[in-house]
Nanobody
């Protein structure tokens, strides 16, 4: 059973930084595309950043240049470094694992990020 456990959320002032981490188990981590999504109150869940099994990255336009996604296949973790945070970054952030071999997407439980102005 695939499990994703996020950590690192919290409250930060605008302009500050946070680092989110996601630990994966129950899957061959290197065979997954990993991503971070977020959902703000009253809004749909949206992709923030993606890193493929091969290490290619993609970012939402709104976070490009401020956020950096990375993965450590030896530790089965994916991280999201968030700098220059803005109030509009406030949301619940979810880790996702797309298992390439099965086409199934798994989700973590989410971690709250709140950016105060």
């Amino acid at each position: 059973q695939v499990q994703l456990v996020e950590s690192g959320g919290g409250l930060v002032q605008a302009g500050g930084s946070l680092r989110l981490s996601c630990a994966a188990s129950g899957t061959t981590f290197s065979d997954n595309d990993m991503g971070w999504y977020r959902q703000a109150p009253g809004k749909q869940r949206e992709l923030v950043a993606l890193i493929t099994s091969g290490g290619s990255t993609n970012y939402a336009v709104s976070v490009k240049g401020r956020f950096t996604i990375s993965r450590d296949n030896a530790k089965n973790t994916v991280s999201l470094q968030m700098n220059s945070l803005k109030p509009e970054d406030t949301a619940v952030y979810y880790c996702s694992a797309y298992q390439i071999s099965t086409g199934v997407n798994f989700w973590g439980q989410g971690t709250q990020v709140t950016v105060s102005s």
